[in-house]
């Protein structure tokens, strides 16, 4: 079992950033790729960033050069750096632990797939 905890959501004007945290416990050996998704009110949840254990990544076309995905092995914790910050960034985020990922043309799997609660982030205009 793992749990999957995101912090750092909020309110921020347009222009702005946020860091986005995710915190695994549990059972989180073996975790080999981990993401960020977003959901926006009446949209499909979109995959946003993905980092491979050894720190690959990959982003979405619309956040390209403005995200940053990290991660801390040995705290088992993932971040999300968003910088420039648009409304169209509204969206609830979500960590997620994916049961595969590909990441810079290579497969990763991992043990099991879990997802956060998620953290509502605002962007005013």
């Known amino acids: 079992q793992v749990q999957l905890v995101e912090s750092g959501g909020g309110l921020v004007q347009a222009g702005g950033s946020l860091r986005l945290s995710c915190a695994a416990s549990?059972?989180?050996?073996?975790?080999?790729?981990m993401t960020w998704y977003r959901q926006a009110p009446g949209k499909q949840r979109e995959l946003v960033a993905v980092?491979?254990?050894?720190?690959?990544?990959n982003y979405a076309d619309s956040v390209k050069g403005r995200f940053t995905i990290s991660r801390d092995n040995a705290k088992n914790t993932v971040y999300l750096q968003m910088n420039s910050l648009k409304p169209e960034d509204t969206a609830i985020y979500y960590c997620r632990i994916p049961r595969s990922a590909y990441v810079s043309g290579r497969f990763y799997s991992n043990p099991y797939d879990y997802w956060g609660q998620g953290t509502q982030v605002t962007v005013s205009s």
């Open positions: 980092i491979s254990s050894g720190g690959s990544t």
């Open positions: 549990g059972s989180t050996f073996s975790i080999n790729a």
